[in-house]
Structures are given as C-alpha cells and as structure tokens.
C-alpha cells in the first residue's frame, strides 16, 4: 500500500508541482493551503509524513508541528524560505524531523522524504534489543521503555540518535557524527541541530531533564550515553 504525504503549501505552484512528483515517486498525496485546513487534514488522514511550510495563513507551520507533536510522533520535514538559524533550531525544537529550504528540486525533497520514512519503519535496523541503565530500545519493533514504562512520544529522528548514543554507550559522540549516524541532508544546515534533537530527547526520557543521568554533554565534543 503506498505511503501517504500530507502537503500543508500555500503556493500553489510548489504545491501541485510536489504532489506531482511525489505521485509519480509512487506516494499518495494530499494537499492543503492554509494551516487550520492542514491541520485538521493531519489529524483525520494521519498521514505516513507531512511536507509543512513555515509562513502559512489562518495558522502557521510552527504552531501546527507544536501542535502535532503533543499528539502524535509522525514524521514532520519543514519548508521554508526562512534560513536564518533561529528558525531552523525553532522547528527543530518543536520536533521536526528534517527542515528543507526553498528553493529546493523534487528530487531532494523526495531523498529526504525516503530517509526519514526509513528511520520511521525502521528499514535496515538488525532485530536487536539494547539495555543500557533503565533505558531499553528495541531496535525492530523500534520501541523504547524508561524504568519499565513505554515511551511513545520519540520521532524518528530521536529514537535514532538515542539508538546510536545507545550503541556507544560511555564513548563520546560528536554532533558531526551523530548527524552522520542519521543519514540526513540536516548537515547543510548547522550541528546545533543535533543540540536541539537532544534537548527534545532529554524532556522525554530522563527523570529531570535539567539534570540529565542518560544522555550526559562532553564539553568541546558532544554527547555520550551513560554507561
């Protein structure tokens, strides 16, 4: 059954030349070109990903991934126009997965489309389980539980770097290589990303975030988990 992309645009233009593409890349597309429209569309579709830009009418593209994160974990990617950094940690803060910046090709929105549907489904990923203190992930059914509780609210993104921090528990991680360890195109834009993802990371899993016992900072490297 194809996978279904939820398209929130209010140009025209990108819109339908995305939704051709995307069609023809074999995916189902909807469509909507106004953020309260977008949203309920989300919620009633639930699609496998949405494509969402940042300055839309009625309602715009962060409150709705604000809104979308507090109920649900599908994977988000970010257009827009607007490169400046703070916006790009701003939607990444927020819980998108991956962020694209206008212009951009068809076919690199459909590259990083297909990488994060793969970190999504958990495509390549060996049938392994990895405990480490309280925390175990499950690498196939790509779940996670904290102190026995199961933690349903990770994006694909996150449950991929909680699953690399994990594999290398107690060695240091640096942001370049966290990036890599995503398969992303995130890179081009700047390695406080990563920071932002973690900082995501952390409110979910540790008993106090503003003391993190997991996923602790190496100061001038980046981060380790914990052994």
Do not use: W
């Not at 051709?20 to 569309?41: P, V």
């Not at 921090?165 to 942001?175: D, F, H, K, S, Y």
């Amino acid at each position: 059954m194809a996978q279904t992309i939820l398209i929130i645009e209010d140009e025209r233009k990108i819109a339908v030349g995305l939704q051709n593409y995307l069609e023809s890349a074999g995916y189902t597309t909807f469509s909507a070109s106004d953020g309260l429209t977008g949203l309920q569309m989300a919620r009633r579709e639930r699609p496998d990903l949405i494509l969402l830009d940042v300055m839309l009418p009625g309602m715009d593209g962060f409150s709705i991934c604000r809104t979308l994160r507090a109920e649900s974990s599908v994977p988000i990617i970010m257009l827009t126009a607007r490169v400046e950094e703070v916006d790009t940690l701003l939607g990444l803060e927020l819980g998108a997965d991956d962020y694209i910046a206008k212009p951009f090709s068809p076919r690199q929105v459909v590259a990083r489309i297909k990488a994060v549907l793969r970190r999504a489904g958990g495509e390549l990923q060996p049938p392994e389980v990895l405990r480490k203190a309280d925390v175990e992930i499950d690498l196939q059914r790509r779940s996670v539980s904290v102190q026995g509780a199961e933690i349903t609210s990770l994006t694909p993104t996150e449950f991929d770097l909680l699953a690399t921090l994990m594999r290398n528990a107690g060695r240091p991680q640096t942001r370049g290589m966290l990036l890599e360890s995503l398969q992303s195109h995130i890179s081009e834009a700047y390695d406080r990303t990563i920071d932002a993802h973690i900082k995501n990371l952390r409110r979910k899993i540790e008993p106090d975030a503003a003391n993190p016992q997991y996923i602790v900072t190496v100061f001038g490297v980046g981060y380790k988990f914990a052994e």
